[in-house]
């Protein structure tokens, strides 16, 4: 089995995109695939074909009922806010360590595993956890999604230093364009690669489609 964390510098920066992308590229090569969305906020089941869980459960080829959801994402939250403030408005709290538990039973199994966070990487999943303490303690190659917004340059890196320091593995680098940039796509990556050190990167044009995007060989084999 091989599993990946896939992360972002922030919300809605396109996590879910990257993550489906790859899961169908994995399964044009014939490959198993398996994909997990342990914890989502803003969640609705009237509108779950929309959802993070629902647009994976399309790119893996499964229906989306509460059935499989619930299999790819047990914390489920109504409120779009972040995961312990969403959980805190329904009286509850993220389990967190049947949360990992969840995940490391799943990384033993066969084929590809992505699991997708939640959030960006420093986002608290209770009072004492964030995404950062979660891949810590999971300790996988990690997929760091970011954007080309004005700013992201300062965020990517931020993100890439505190991953170091919890000496957890940069898989790759997805700059992904967010269209909100006065700066090119191309030179944004050139800029966040001077000061990023050895990372591969791959970048990600405005409305380009899951299937278009194209990850390094190696993130493949």
Request: proline share 6%.
């Amino acid at each position: 089995m091989s599993a990946y964390f896939v992360t972002a510098t922030g919300t809605d920066i396109g996590k879910t995109f990257v993550t489906a992308g790859l899961l169908r590229r994995l399964r044009a090569q014939g490959r198993a695939v398996s994909a997990l969305k342990p914890v989502v906020s803003g969640f609705a089941m009237a509108t779950a074909a929309q959802s993070d869980p629902g647009q994976l459960l399309a790119a893996l080829g499964e229906p989306v009922t509460p059935e499989t959801v619930a299999r790819i994402a047990p914390w489920r939250y109504a409120a779009p806010l972040s995961p312990d403030m969403a959980a805190a408005r329904e009286g509850r709290e993220i389990p967190y360590d049947e949360m990992v538990g969840f995940c490391r039973r799943a990384a033993e199994t066969a084929g590809t595993l992505l699991i997708e966070g939640v959030g960006g990487v420093m986002v608290p999943l209770d009072a004492q956890h964030t995404v950062l303490d979660w891949m810590s303690e999971l300790r996988l190659p990690v997929i760091l999604v970011a954007g080309s917004y004005l700013g992201t340059i300062s965020h990517t890196l931020t993100a890439l230093a505190a991953l170091r320091q919890r000496g957890l593995a940069l898989a790759l680098l997805v700059i992904n364009d967010t269209g909100e940039s006065p700066v090119p796509l191309g030179e944004t990556a050139a800029a966040i690669a001077r000061f990023a050190g050895a990372v591969s990167i791959a970048t990600i044009a405005r409305h380009a489609s899951e299937r278009d995007f194209a990850a390094p060989a190696a993130l493949l084999a």
